[in-house]
């Protein structure tokens, strides 16, 4: 599900000439999805590769074209339609588009609304590989950077011309993620963050194993707002269906003691440990080599517990901060405070069951030494980046680079 930043109402999105303009039309269909009104605004580029009839059907507004027929009646069109916006995003960024920017020409209506803002200015690059690396794009990304605009990739890949190399447009979807995340409050800049979700999965022979319902969602939501509230995430996942989040690097792994070696081979340095995974308690004692066949007799498998990854991080002498998640069909609070206990971490977020697993939304209440904190019921997203306010607002502040070995 696509929620918007709650500070994201309103966006001009430009389009210049480039294949890449077919992949804008999506971006358009995901915006307005997330209730964010789209003022489509083409170069007479962008017109030779999709039609404006196509943005305006899927903004639901005008798309704006020519810089002498703008439609404000007042005559300021050029200035007005960038007024109001929360952000000027401009995908496709032809190479040509990128050197007026970065020279500050005014001489149709997108280039005009750019010199005229004052909101931020996005760009998603789109070109050949060798156009990308050519000197002066290269300069003018730079001067572009260095004047505040913010340059969205580009991917790296398949081209349309059949070569392969940087200079592909970024995703709809990656796009649209970096956008949101222009819009958050940078509460975690700097600081280092792993996190684990999903399920575990433990073997019982080649073909079978034991895992839990857990979807990875909520941990990859955390994810999300942790990398848009400017941290250098980790996500360490059990198998899941999941798109990774754009911008966090993701290590998969399938089993609690995986899990567990994956933790502690990158805990060191972490300022942040969110421990969201709901990893399996027992694991089988042997694994069977072979497919065990049915005999018609009861079966017992021995299990034994596995490593509790979150209690070995809090355990550490340079132990981070850990948050760690209690899932309880009953008595949740008195669960979850014993837990936090037990485990020794400063911070436990708890759930019932039956609230969380499984479902797109989830109503939690931290527990801390200050007491109890419920939060309403609301989507994983709107959690994720609300659990990362008041992560951020707990968080001991960073130690002095002096003071750090
Ligand atoms: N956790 C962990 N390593 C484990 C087990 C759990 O890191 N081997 C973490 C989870 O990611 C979560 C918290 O510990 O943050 C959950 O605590 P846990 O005691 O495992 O909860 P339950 O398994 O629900 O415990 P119980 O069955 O006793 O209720």
Request: hydrophobic content about 45%.
């Amino acid at each position: 599900m696509i929620t918007p930043a709650p500070s994201l109402t309103r966006i001009v999105l430009g389009l210049t000439g480039g294949i890449a303009a077919y992949k804008a039309c999506e971006l358009v269909r995901l915006f307005v999805k997330a209730g964010v009104r789209v003022d489509v605004v083409m170069t007479a580029g962008a017109c030779r590769f999709v039609t404006p009839m196509t943005l305006q059907a899927l903004s639901g507004r005008p798309v704006l074209t020519d810089l002498w027929t703008s439609g404000a009646d007042n005559g300021m069109g050029h200035i007005d339609l960038s007024r109001g916006a929360d952000a000027i995003v401009i995908a496709p960024a032809s190479a040509d588009f990128l050197a007026k920017l970065a020279q500050g020409h005014a001489d149709d209506l997108l280039s005009t609304l750019c010199a005229a803002r004052a909101c931020p200015l996005l760009v998603a690059p789109a070109m050949n590989r060798q156009m990308w690396g050519n000197a002066a794009n290269q300069r003018n990304v730079a001067r572009l950077a260095a004047d505040g605009v913010a340059i969205l990739g580009p991917g790296s890949g398949d081209q349309a011309c059949g070569e392969t190399g940087d200079g592909r447009m970024l995703e709809a979807e990656e796009i649209f993620a970096a956008v949101i995340a222009s819009r958050q409050p940078r509460l975690l800049a700097g600081r280092r963050v792993l996190v684990t979700a999903g399920p575990t999965f433990e073997r019982i022979d080649p073909v079978r194993g034991i895992t839990n319902s857990s979807s990875g969602r909520m941990g990859y939501a955390l994810a999300q707002a942790a990398v848009e509230a400017g941290a250098a995430v980790t996500l360490v996942s059990g198998p899941t269906a999941l798109p990774t989040p754009p911008g966090a690097v993701r290590v998969d792994v399938e089993s609690a003691a995986e899990m567990h070696a994956a933790v502690m081979a990158r805990i060191a340095g972490a300022d942040l440990f969110l421990a969201v995974a709901a990893v399996a308690d027992y694991t089988p004692a042997r694994v069977a080599e072979r497919k065990i066949k049915k005999s018609g007799a009861p079966l017992a498998i021995e299990l034994e517990p596995t490593i509790d990854i979150l209690g070995t991080v809090a355990a550490r002498a340079d132990a981070p901060y850990c948050v760690g998640f209690a899932a309880e069909s009953h008595d949740v609070l008195q669960h979850a405070d014993d837990k936090r206990r037990r485990k020794g971490i400063p911070l436990i977020i708890a759930n019932r069951v039956q609230d969380a697993l499984g479902r797109v939304d989830n109503e939690v209440t931290l527990l801390d030494d200050a007491g109890t904190h419920p939060l309403p019921r609301m989507d994983k997203l709107d959690l994720a980046r609300r659990l990362v306010a008041e992560i951020a607002a707990r968080l001991p502040r960073p130690a002095s680079p002096r003071s750090r070995p």
